[in-house]
């Protein structure tokens, strides 16, 4: 029992430290994390290129459109189609800026009205780089801050269920149960998990999950020890007197 609370309190410590960093390294995770992001982000937008490049090769915007136009259009396109990370970063690393009435249409002067009209499916083929444009910087930034909750909330919950499986270890008097050890296991599958993403840039959660943990995984981890609860019900309560 000494062994298993000294490898829990370890992991406690191990996991608040990665709980502590994603606020004091933050900047340093969302550069691990571009790849991720941007792979995200291009999934969601290259359905919207496909459909602007086939609506661009119309009769009815050849006509609508103004040569100027045409070939910004066609430029924005066959800098995404070139390199998609590429793009997708210039365009979330660059701030919106207004612009005026006269000009080429931009980002945030347009966006309320693009975005509108894109679910009216009425918008005009000269502003829909320009809605885009705004849905990757929205979905970049949403991804990046749903990735790094995701995150605290699983190194978060990590502190906790070592925390306790400390505290369990130190009330047992005899060996360990099994859902116990089976929480030892859980949870070091957990902190190994967590040292690969971030070794591999965290591209290992993107091919492991496809998807973010959120609150199922504390769900789970209460699970767990709701199932060591049931296994020795008076574990909790042992010494109290």
């Excluded at 998609?84 to 347009?110: F, H």
């Excluded at 360990?176 to 591999?200: E, G, Q």
Aim: aromatic residues 10%; charged residues 15%; glycine residues 2%.
């Amino acid at each position: 029992m000494p062994v298993l609370k000294t490898l829990h309190l370890a992991l406690a410590v191990l996991f608040a430290s990665c709980f502590a960093y994603t606020f004091i390294g933050q900047q340093r995770i969302e550069a691990y994390a571009q790849d991720y992001v941007s792979l995200r982000t291009e999934q969601l937008v290259t359905p919207a290129i496909d459909a602007t490049e086939k609506a661009l090769q119309t009769d009815l915007a050849q006509k609508l459109l103004t040569p100027t136009q045409v070939v910004m259009i066609e430029t924005e396109i066959a800098s995404f189609r070139t390199n998609p990370k590429d793009y997708i970063l210039n365009v979330t690393a660059t701030p919106p800026v207004p612009t005026p009435e006269d000009s080429t249409p931009t980002l945030r002067s347009t966006a309320d009205r693009a975005l509108a009209a894109i679910k009216k499916k009425t918008l005009p083929l000269s502003d829909k780089i320009a809605a885009i444009k705004e849905h990757i910087h929205s979905h970049y930034q949403n991804t990046l801050q749903a990735l790094l909750l995701d995150l605290r909330i699983f190194s978060g919950t990590n502190v906790l269920a070592a925390g306790l499986a400390c505290f369990l270890a130190h009330r047992s008097q005899n060996r360990p149960s099994r859902p116990l050890v089976l929480i030892t296991l859980f949870l070091t599958a957990a902190l190994v998990l967590s040292i690969w993403s971030y070794l591999d840039s965290l591209s290992f959660l993107f091919i492991l999950l496809n998807s973010y943990l959120g609150w199922y995984y504390p769900i789970t981890v209460a699970g767990l020890f709701f199932l060591f609860y049931l296994h020795h019900p008076d574990s909790l309560r042992r010494k109290a007197a």
